[in-house]
């Protein structure tokens, strides 16, 4: 999509851009105890974000200017918010239950999404991941979502290439993934700083923006970019990261974050490390069942970690594999190939749809 008509899709989507409810939808979506909500792009090469039903029904869809990357929600309003993919300038707020249209939101200038953020406990506040493109320095953009998402602020993220970001359980501490790499939308997704990289993790206070905690991985793993993570049941923070280095290298790519404490990475056997063939899409926790998954899209195959032994249980294969919920005891699998696996390990495919590299599960 050209500048032009991106700009025209901004501003159909601003004064109330019509919601693609399918006519099964409500009817799905009051049957469903949890949604899913995930990016995708359409066959005939059409963007959106589609919300699905446990039972993976597509409940409805909405039509996005370009291709989306993560969604979070914020319980207190019952909004959502898709993120356009780095480095695309818009995010879209919208109701998972269709009952209103959605809103978008563009990049101010000197900026572009990264594609993830998160909300405040209360609702009031939209964090983003940003990059200032100009001084090649991550930033959080500070939205007020009780005042039509105005941008009201910044912080920096003490690092380069932030994507992820999560809340810690105090409600207050934003825990960020510096991946380390430069990009400008001059040179698209192209990677500036390879042989320099240096990611790190973070810990920032969001209502200060104060640096709580950084840490880098070892010189030798400089090139090893720290993208998507996940809290478990006890606080741990998991990380999988993207290998930039040589394909005959394998270093671990998952590892853990406690407050106070060093980073430390997975010990994994070699085979399943080349299996991932250096590269996590997405990370998610099942709390309940005491996991977490990593998928490697690259290598068609995702882990399943046992957070308490910190061990791998099980690798599965499945092609494209990405997206990932939890779902039941175990999650909701999604492929570029428009598959989706539930827990029961049942598939469905939609011809029409290459799911993009995230779900959200929203508890209802």
Same mark, same amino acid.
């Given at each position: 999509m050209n500048l032009v008509d991106r700009r025209r899709f901004l501003r159909a989507a601003g004064a109330g851009f019509a919601?693609?409810?399918?006519?099964?939808?409500?009817?799905?979506?009051?049957?469903? =105890?949890? &949604?899913?909500?995930?990016?995708?792009?359409?066959?005939?090469?059409?963007?959106?974000?589609?919300?699905?039903?446990?039972?993976?029904e597509l409940i409805h869809a909405i039509a996005l200017p370009d291709r989306g990357h993560d969604v979070t929600f914020d319980p207190a309003s019952g909004r959502a918010a898709v993120f356009a993919r780095q480095p695309g300038t818009f995010m879209i707020v919208f109701d998972h239950t269709g009952r209103s249209s959605p809103m978008t939101i563009a990049a101010v200038e000197g900026r572009h999404f990264y594609g993830h953020g998160v909300f405040s406990p209360d609702g009031a506040l939209l964090y983003?991941?940003?990059?200032?493109?100009?001084?090649?320095?991550?930033? &959080?953009?500070?939205?007020?979502?009780?005042?039509?998402?105005? @941008?009201?602020g910044e912080f920096a993220t003490h690092g380069i290439g932030p994507h992820e970001m999560v809340l810690l359980g105090d409600g207050r501490t934003l825990a960020i993934a510096n991946g380390g790499i430069e990009t400008h939308p001059d040179f698209g997704r192209?990677?500036?700083?390879?042989?320099?990289?240096?990611?790190?993790?973070?810990?920032?206070?969001?209502?200060?923006?104060?640096? &709580?905690?950084?840490?880098?991985?070892?010189?030798?793993?400089?090139?090893?970019?720290?993208?998507?993570?996940?809290?478990?049941a006890d606080g741990t923070i998991w990380f999988g990261c993207q290998h930039e280095g040589?394909?005959?290298?394998?270093?671990?790519?998952?590892?853990?974050? /406690?407050?106070?404490?060093?980073?430390?990475?997975? =010990?994994?056997?070699?085979?399943? @490390?080349?299996?991932? /063939?250096?590269?996590?899409?997405?990370?998610?926790?099942?709390?309940?069942?005491?996991?977490?998954?990593?998928?490697?899209?690259?290598?068609?195959?995702?882990?399943?970690?046992?957070? /308490?032994?910190?061990?791998?249980?099980?690798?599965?294969?499945?092609?494209?594999?990405c997206g990932l919920a939890p779902h039941q005891d175990d999650y909701l699998m999604s492929t570029g190939t428009g598959v989706l696996v539930d827990s029961d390990h049942s598939a469905k495919s939609f011809a029409d749809y290459a799911w993009d590299n995230h779900i959200l599960r929203i508890d209802r």
């Open positions: 919601l693609s409810l399918l006519p099964s939808g409500a009817e799905a979506l009051a049957k469903s =105890d949890a &949604v899913f909500a995930t990016a995708y792009q359409r066959r005939d090469g059409g963007y959106g974000v589609a919300v699905l039903s446990e039972r993976s983003a991941t940003e990059n200032d493109f100009d001084n090649a320095a991550g930033v &959080v953009g500070v939205y007020d979502a009780r005042n039509g998402f105005d @941008r009201i192209s990677k500036l700083n390879i042989a320099t990289m240096k990611p790190s993790f973070v810990l920032v206070d969001r209502l200060t923006g104060d640096l &709580v905690e950084k840490h880098e991985l070892p010189p030798a793993l400089h090139q090893l970019s720290i993208r998507h993570m996940d809290i478990d040589p394909a005959s290298e394998t270093p671990p790519l998952v590892g853990m974050a /406690r407050r106070g404490e060093e980073l430390s990475m997975l =010990d994994m056997a070699q085979e399943d @490390r080349l299996a991932l /063939r250096n590269y996590v899409g997405s990370v998610a926790a099942n709390r309940k069942a005491g996991t977490i998954a990593v998928s490697s899209p690259q290598g068609n195959c995702l882990a399943v970690i046992d957070t /308490r032994a910190r061990r791998l249980r099980e690798l599965r294969r499945l092609v494209e594999v």
